[in-house]
């Protein structure tokens, strides 16, 4: 778990590293195609749990309506 902790000193290393790999003119064209993917699959993520919430929904008004009544 502490692996996920990563202090400001690790951010700016991790920022230099990249712009001395890409160049400060590619590294703004690559942070936005970066949040483009991030927010494609956070909408596919939840497309499917709307799907999934859906089927969910589905069967359980048909089990309600094969239930005899009494």
Same mark, same amino acid.
Do not use: C, R, W, Y
């Given at each position: 778990?502490? &692996? ?6 690790? &951010? ?59």
């Amino acid at each position: 778990m502490t &692996l996920l902790m990563i202090g400001t000193t690790e &951010l700016l290393l991790i920022g230099g590293i990249a712009l001395l790999l890409f160049g400060g003119k590619k590294l703004p064209e690559l942070m936005k195609s970066m949040g483009q993917g991030v927010k494609q699959f956070k909408e596919g993520m939840n497309e499917v749990t709307s799907d999934i919430d859906k089927e969910q929904t589905h069967k359980e008004e048909e089990s309600k309506a094969e239930e005899p009544k009494a």
